[in-house]
């Protein structure tokens, strides 16, 4: 059975950092990342990492957010920087494996002006 745990939402001031973390178990991922879906919009990617360490990052994010994998593990860790009330949103731990798309229960993140 496949499950992902998330963690380390929360409220921080503009220009502040928060790290996002999952932890994933049940079998081994393609690929990993986080997406955020803010009120009122649709779901988007955040930041994703291949099973061999190639990224890929949304133009909003990009040299603010970092996304790291520990294969071994099984996590992805989403570490972000110079935060924008822009931000503020559900973020969802995403995991795919070479068969199907599986996703976390979300964790709030907001940022406040």
């Known amino acids: 059975q496949v499950q992902l745990v998330e963690s380390g939402g929360g409220l921080v001031q503009a220009g502040g950092s928060l790290t996002l973390s999952c932890v994933a178990s049940g079998t081994i991922f393609r690929t990993m990342g986080w997406y955020r879906q803010a009120p009122g919009k649709q779901r988007e990617l955040v930041a994703t990492?291949?099973?061999?360490?190639?990224?890929a990052y949304a133009d909003s994010v990009k040299g603010r957010f970092t996304i790291s994998r520990d294969n071994a593990e099984n996590t992805v860790t989403l570490q972000m920087d110079s935060l924008e009330p822009e931000d503020t949103a559900v973020y969802y731990c995403?995991?795919?494996?070479?068969?199907?798309?599986?996703w976390g229960q979300g964790t709030q993140v907001t940022v406040s002006s």
């Open positions: 990492v291949t099973i061999g360490g190639s990224r």
């Open positions: 995403n995991a795919n494996s070479w068969i199907n798309s599986y």
